[in-house]
Every structure is written in structure tokens, then in C-alpha cells.
């Protein structure tokens, strides 16, 4: 069964940059697109991006100027650095993996997220 | 963007009830959607994709049903453990988005 788990620094400073890995055990990181969600403290779920096994990316164009998502196949792991942080990148961040069928797709299973605070 | 509507954003109901959550599309996703169960301090859980299959090890109980803008989600007869916050995904186009949730408490 595979599981994802998040890991990185729980307070970033404003203006720095956000970096968080996320280990994939229990399968290999080969053949899926894996993806970065966040959820600010009592809101709603926004989605980063997609990276495949291969490298290739897709952002929200939303955070796509500040957004970088990497993989690391060799570790089974991927990773979001997110630059220039401000007060409103305070959220906790998941990692979870795109499964699909045909053309449709959908994210499961997920980290179980990590809290990122952005503050002085 | 494709703006996803879930209402109500709250709803109270007791165990037995049966209860419907509504996501609107903003535009055609086809089948493209998708429903995930999320409690307090926890990930999202995936319930239904692709609108109407029923994710393996999620209870009968959950079904869903819809396609082009319009999408439900059915709880047949709510469980205590059933007691969340319900949120749903389109993967028709990127960027991916979600609606907002909707709170689902006991009465």
C-alpha cells in the first residue's frame, strides 16, 4: 500500500523560500504524476501542481511564478519550492499521488500534510 | 479557471438521515469529478471519482451521481463517523480546483 509523507521546516521566514519533500514508500515513484495541495488554516483546498515521473510539470498558473516541483526518482521522493513566501502561504501542505483511469484522474492516496507557518 | 459551487457550505443532520451535497461546474467537466471526505486534522479522503464509482473500501452508502455542470453526492443513511467536511474536485482542465466544502454536523 502506498503511503506519502511530507517533511521540511514548519516556519519559513517572509520573502524566503518554502522547500518540502515528500517520500513515497510502499511503491515505486515510476508511471504516476504525483502533486503538491495546500489548505490555508480554516479554508478550502488549492492546487500547486503536477510533476510526472519523467520531470515534466504543470502549475496553477496562480503560483506558477513562484512555484518550482521536482522529483527524485533514484530517492522515490518529490519535492515544492515555493519562493518569495508571504503571511498567505501559511498552510498546510500535502503531497498525494494522481491515479487515473482513461481520461479522467484524481489524487489518492494523500500525506497527511504538514503545517507551514510563514513569520518573522 | 473552472469555479466549482458546493452547497449548502453547511448542512445539520442526524444519524439515519439521508442527505445530498450539490457541486456545480461553472462550465462542462463531462464526468471529470470527484468527492473527497475530510475530518478535522486529517487529509482528504477519496470517496467517489470519475461522478459516480465508488472509491474501493469506502462504504455503499456514498454514492454519486451527475455529469456536465451539475453533481450530487448521497449519503443514504448518515453514520456518526460520517461527520465531516465534503469537498468537491474537477479534473476535467488544470489549474485543478475545488469547491469550497461543505460542513456537515450533527443535529
Known amino acids: 500500500q502506498v503511503q506519502l509523507q511530507e517533511s521540511g521546516p514548519g516556519l519559513v521566514k517572509p520573502s524566503e523560500t518554502l522547500s518540502l519533500t515528500c517520500t513515497v514508500s510502499?511503491?515505486?515513484?515510476?508511471?504516476?504524476?504525483w502533486s503538491w495541495i495546500r489548505q490555508p488554516p480554516g479554508k478550502g483546498l488549492e492546487w500547486i501542481g503536477y510533476?510526472?515521473?519523467?520531470?515534466?510539470?504543470n502549475y496553477n498558473p496562480s503560483l506558477k511564478s513562484r512555484v518550482t516541483i521536482s522529483v527524485d526518482t533514484s530517492k522515490n521522493q518529490f519535492s515544492l519550492k515555493l519562493s518569495s513566501v508571504t503571511a498567505a502561504d501559511t498552510a498546510v501542505y500535502y503531497c498525494?499521488?494522481?491515479?487515473?483511469?482513461?481520461?479522467?484522474?484524481?489524487?489518492?492516496?494523500w500525506g497527511q500534510g504538514t503545517l507551514v507557518t510563514v513569520s518573522s | 479557471d473552472i469555479q466549482m459551487t458546493q452547497s449548502p457550505s453547511s448542512l445539520s443532520a442526524s444519524v439515519g438521515d439521508r442527505v445530498t451535497i450539490t457541486c456545480r461546474a461553472s462550465?462542462?467537466?463531462?464526468?471529470?469529478l470527484n468527492w473527497y471526505q475530510q475530518k478535522p486534522g486529517k487529509a482528504p479522503k477519496l470517496l467517489i471519482y470519475?461522478?459516480?464509482s465508488l472509491q474501493s473500501g469506502v462504504p455503499s452508502r456514498f454514492s454519486g451521481s451527475g455529469s456536465g455542470t451539475d453533481f450530487t453526492l448521497t449519503i443514504s443513511s448518515l453514520q456518526p463517523e460520517d461527520f465531516a467536511t465534503y469537498y468537491c474536485?474537477?479534473?476535467?482542465?488544470?489549474?485543478?480546483?475545488f469547491g469550497q466544502g461543505t460542513r456537515l454536523e450533527i443535529k
Open positions: 470519475a461522478a459516480s
Open positions: 510533476i510526472y515521473y519523467s520531470g515534466s510539470t
Open positions: 474536485q474537477q479534473s476535467y482542465s488544470t489549474p485543478v480546483t
Open positions: 510502499g511503491g515505486s515513484i515510476s508511471s504516476y504524476y
Open positions: 498525494a499521488r494522481v491515479d487515473r483511469e482513461a481520461a479522467t484522474n484524481w489524487f489518492d492516496p
Open positions: 462550465q462542462s467537466i463531462s464526468s471529470y
